[in-house]
């Protein structure tokens, strides 16, 4: 984050780097746990597999919304 927060010289565009950073590194665990934790679902009760699939779909798209619009800087 230190590295991210110099490579620009304003300040204010160095706070939003730091803050997308962030906010993209925790959408990315986010992510990965839930991905786990559809994998495990999804082993133990196949009968709601498609419901899963459906939904992680969902959250994917959402996630990666959310990373995108965050990286929009004017």
């Known amino acids: 984050m230190k590295k991210l927060s110099q490579?620009?010289?304003?300040?204010?565009?160095?706070?939003?780097?730091?803050k997308a950073g962030k906010l993209?590194?925790?959408?990315?665990?986010?992510?990965?746990?839930?991905?786990?934790?559809?994998?495990?679902?999804a082993k133990c009760f196949p009968s709601v597999f498609p419901f899963f699939?459906?939904?992680y779909v969902i959250i994917l798209i959402i996630s990666f919304s959310l990373i995108i619009f965050s990286l929009k800087m004017k």
């Open 53 to 55: 699939a459906l939904l």
């Open 7 to 18: 490579s620009v010289a304003d300040e204010k565009k160095s706070g939003q780097l730091v």
């Open 24 to 41: 993209c590194g925790s959408v990315s665990m986010g992510i990965g746990a839930f991905t786990v934790f559809c994998g495990i679902i």
